[in-house]
């Protein structure tokens, strides 16, 4: 049978007030007391009254969506950023919308009409970039986009990262502690700024011990790429004493290339560094040595940036970078102070 929707003004003549007090009864902060709450919930619940709020939207302009794009989804990293956000743009009375996209720039373009006809307030990019002619779009309609995991040189953008350039150096710092000399990278997506800055970071960090990168490998942050690299950097003789891999997700690859196919013990032979600290990074497995983005940190900082610019569009964007942690495992030998 058909149910027909029940309306505003029926919940208001059932709880005996207007029809006014019912929309602000179900407008985030809008103002009403816990007598008049009480009394419109009681009334919504009983008629099955669920708010419209495509038809609140087109009143209020505001249709509270905040569109989320990402490209990673096999990269442990990201659904948890995706839940983290979730939760707390929920708590600013926001909802996520997520749209899947490649890790390229031009792969946003096809998300970004659709993104844009739910009209949402914000956009968060997480493992994407944006072209400048789409930053142009999001600007004259007046939609604030911010960076998650991810920067590039455009004013029009806010981001927010861990210090990625810290964190290579300090990974650097400790393998040469460690007591290794010949080090191998093993990069990801190589148009990321994220790759970039770790690898950048990395290199000054073995400079300042008088060293160089002995062997490098793309591994496009995709484990079975990265799986691959390992196999094309270690199988030889010469073989690198340890490799700093460019996120978790692949250094997993690598550590089940050496340990499976070529038979290498970690930290014995090789030794592994990985980048993000993603929950598998503790595995016993795994125990991988890591630095640790600080995801609450980046979360907090990313609604708080979007919450700001939606609020007032004048604000000029920012630049967030957060320092992380290195957190030191069985992947890598015990420094030479130890």
């Excluded at 249709?63 to 096999?74: F, H």
């Excluded at 861990?162 to 093993?186: F, Q, S």
Aim: with cysteine; hydrophobic share 40%; net charge negative.
């Amino acid at each position: 049978m058909h149910n027909p929707r029940i309306t505003s003004l029926e919940v208001a003549e059932k709880a005996g007030v207007s029809q006014s007090a019912v929309s602000r009864v179900f407008t985030p902060g809008a103002s009403a007391s816990k007598e008049m709450r009480d009394k419109v919930m009681r009334a919504a619940e009983e008629l099955g009254y669920r708010p419209n709020r495509v038809a609140r939207a087109m009143i209020t302009g505001r249709s509270r969506i905040i569109g989320l794009v990402v490209a990673y989804l096999d990269n442990q990293f990201y659904p948890e950023a995706i839940q983290k956000l979730s939760v707390a743009l929920q708590q600013q009375n926001y909802h996520a919308l997520v749209f899947m996209a490649a890790p390229t720039v031009g792969d946003v373009q096809h998300v970004m009409k659709e993104i844009l006809d739910y009209q949402v307030d914000g956009i968060i990019l997480a493992s994407v970039s944006m072209s400048s002619d789409l930053a142009q779009r999001c600007t004259d309609h007046g939609i604030p986009v911010v960076l998650f995991n991810r920067d590039q040189e455009d004013p029009r953008l806010c981001s927010v990262t861990t210090d990625n350039h810290l964190g290579g150096k300090v990974l650097a710092h400790h393998m040469v502690e460690c007591g290794y000399r010949r080090i191998g990278y093993l990069a990801g997506f190589e148009g990321a700024s994220t790759q970039q800055h770790r690898e950048t970071g990395f290199r000054e960090g073995l400079a300042e011990a008088g060293l160089k990168i002995c062997a490098r490998e793309d591994g496009g942050f995709v484990y079975a790429k990265a799986r691959a690299a390992a196999l094309e950097m270690f199988a030889g003789s010469d073989r690198p004493e340890a490799a700093f891999v460019a996120n978790d997700h692949m250094a997993f690859a690598v550590m089940d290339a050496l340990r499976f196919k070529l038979d290498l013990k970690i930290p014995q032979d090789v030794g592994i560094v990985g980048f993000d600290d993603v929950p598998m990074a503790a595995w016993p497995a795994y125990d991988l040595t890591s630095y640790r983005q600080p995801i609450n940190k980046m979360v907090a900082r990313t609604v708080e940036a979007m919450m700001t610019r939606i609020e007032d569009a004048e604000i000029a964007p920012e630049r967030i970078t957060i320092e992380g942690e290195l957190v030191v495992r069985c992947s890598t030998r015990k420094t030479t102070g130890s």
